[in-house]
């Protein structure tokens, strides 16, 4: 229930903030947001803080310098846009530290699987993506060729196609086993 | 593209939500009424597996390499509708999990990326065809499915000054107008859709006749 109701608390502040086009309410927003991380118990809210700025910043910046090269009197709309942006970056972050996702979506019990597995299935392919670019990287001295990197697409793309096939076979066999179904 | 919060309207991504998830609820039942108790861990798999091929960088003549988005594959080997579901699940766990793209822009991407790439990738390779080789046909189908997406987030993003400004008609959002954002995000996306399109044509040989 808790993980619910801070979803729909999350739910109103992304609305209450991406309606909100006034300096002042966004600086105090954000400096609300600091204090609740300061005082949370949340963990490593130095690399949250990080996180929070690196999503946000890149196209943001690029964006709002932009048109502040264009337009001279626009610092007013570069601090709005950045701030905004920053304070719902940090506002997500936060959320998605203090919330169980999988819990608060498990009013649907398809939807709450479907998000275990794909999320678990994609941790399991990356690390094993970068295991095959380790490979690739030690076995070849200088860059590879277009041929190789071509045939290692192909391999790779081989590889996680069938990959998926066995293991959604396998899970839904695990999944037949263990009551899912109700069969 | 990744579209950070806070450039995106509410009154632009609510009823993109809203659409969204009907075209989605709808994908998922077509989906479910093929496959009944496979559903769930094929669909995972599947979107593992497309989370997977946005992850490889695809080889370009001339030595660089861009990062594809794999919708044409998906959409020809499964199609558009099952490449609709997989992806967008990709798309959500992006900006919810891994914490890249925003939750606001999460429905534009789905619908742009998602839903119009795997539409335009499926019928274009259907019309190729019938006048073109099959690479040509392949190629061609990765190539304008990344243009459309392209084209439909930049038509999204393009709207935002003409429909959201303050008093004195300066943007409250997205601040550059049609006439800037299309050619800014259409033509460095001619690069990704080559990309794009060499992937389709590599994985759509080695996969074909698999399935």
Avoid at chain 1, 6 to 12: A, S, T, V
């Amino acid at each position: 229930m808790r993980d619910k109701l801070l979803m729909l608390l999350y739910l109103f502040c992304l609305l209450y903030l991406s309606f909100s086009s006034h300096i002042y309410t966004l600086l105090i927003a954000l400096v609300l947001l600091l204090v609740f991380l300061i005082l949370s118990p949340i963990e490593k809210k130095l690399k949250l803080l990080k996180h929070a700025f690196l999503s946000f910043s890149l196209f943001s910046f690029f964006i709002s310098f932009s048109y502040l090269l264009f337009n001279q009197k626009a610092l007013d709309y570069f601090l709005m846009i950045n701030l905004r942006s920053f304070d719902l970056s940090l506002l997500t972050f936060i959320f998605l530290r203090m919330v169980n996702l999988y819990r608060a979506f498990d009013f649907s019990k398809t939807l709450s699987f479907l998000l275990v597995m794909a999320v678990g299935n994609a941790i399991t392919y990356n690390r094993l993506l970068k295991d095959f670019k380790d490979a690739i990287r030690s076995r070849t001295l200088q860059k590879p060729e277009r041929k190789t990197l071509v045939a290692f697409t192909k391999r790779l793309s081989l590889f996680f196609f069938e990959k998926s096939i066995n293991t959604s076979r396998e899970v839904q066999e695990a999944m037949r086993s263990r009551g899912f179904y109700n069969d | 593209m990744h579209i950070p919060d806070g450039f995106l309207a509410p009154q632009v991504y609510i009823p993109a939500y809203l659409v969204d998830i009907g075209l989605l609820f709808y994908a998922f039942k077509r989906f479910k009424k093929n496959l009944k108790e496979e559903t769930i861990p094929y669909l995972a798999s599947l979107s593992a597996f497309s989370f997977i091929i946005m992850s490889i960088a695809i080889p370009l003549p001339g030595g660089t390499s861009v990062h594809g988005l794999g919708v044409a594959s998906l959409s020809l080997l499964f199609g558009p509708w099952t490449a609709f579901l997989s992806i967008s699940l990709v798309l959500f766990l992006q900006a919810t999990i891994f914490g890249e793209g925003g939750i606001t822009s999460f429905p534009i991407n789905s619908l742009s990326i998602a839903f119009l790439g795997s539409l335009c990738a499926y019928y274009t390779y259907l019309i190729a065809k019938r006048y073109l080789e099959d690479k040509a046909s392949l190629f061609l189908s990765g190539f304008l499915s990344t243009l459309m997406s392209a084209f439909a987030v930049a038509l999204v993003l393009g709207i935002h000054p003409y429909l959201f400004k303050d008093t004195f008609g300066k943007p409250l959002y997205f601040p550059f107008k049609l006439s800037l954002v299309l050619p800014a995000v259409l033509f460095p996306h001619i690069l990704v859709g080559i990309g794009e399109g060499i992937l389709t044509i590599i994985i759509l040989r080695a996969l074909r006749g698999r399935i």
